[in-house]
């Protein structure tokens, strides 16, 4: 069993940073994966950024250059900063662990850009 627990959402101006943050409790084994999906009002989940145990990253085109993905492993977590933020990238953000087989989610942390 893994639980996540997200933190440093808020509210930014465009163009502004955030740092979001997780911190895994449980068992997250060298073949996990982790990363963040984010949703919009009224628009469906979607992937943001994904990380594997061993550093392969993978982002949505829609936030290459201006968000960065990264995890420590040995105090089991995983981070997102983003840069550049736009209205756009408002939206609720969610941590996501996949590990043998399960995955797990976050309670969700708002993230909202606006001026």
């Known amino acids: 069993q893994v639980t996540l627990v997200e933190s440093g959402g808020g509210l930014v101006q465009p163009g502004g940073s955030l740092r979001l943050s997780c911190a895994a409790s449980?068992?997250?084994?060298?073949?996990?994966?982790m990363g963040w999906y984010r949703q919009a009002p009224e628009k469906q989940r979607e992937m943001v950024a994904t990380i594997s145990f061993y550093g392969r990253t993978n982002y949505a085109d829609s936030v290459k250059g201006r968000f960065t993905i990264s995890r420590d492993n040995a105090g089991n977590a995983v981070y997102l900063q983003m840069n550049s933020l736009k209205p756009e990238d408002t939206a609720v953000y969610y941590c996501?662990?996949?590990?043998?087989?399960?995955?797990?989610w976050g309670q969700g942390t708002q993230v909202t850009v606006s001026s």
């Open positions: 996501w662990a996949s590990v043998i087989g399960s995955d797990y």
């Open positions: 449980g068992s997250i084994f060298g073949n996990s994966f």
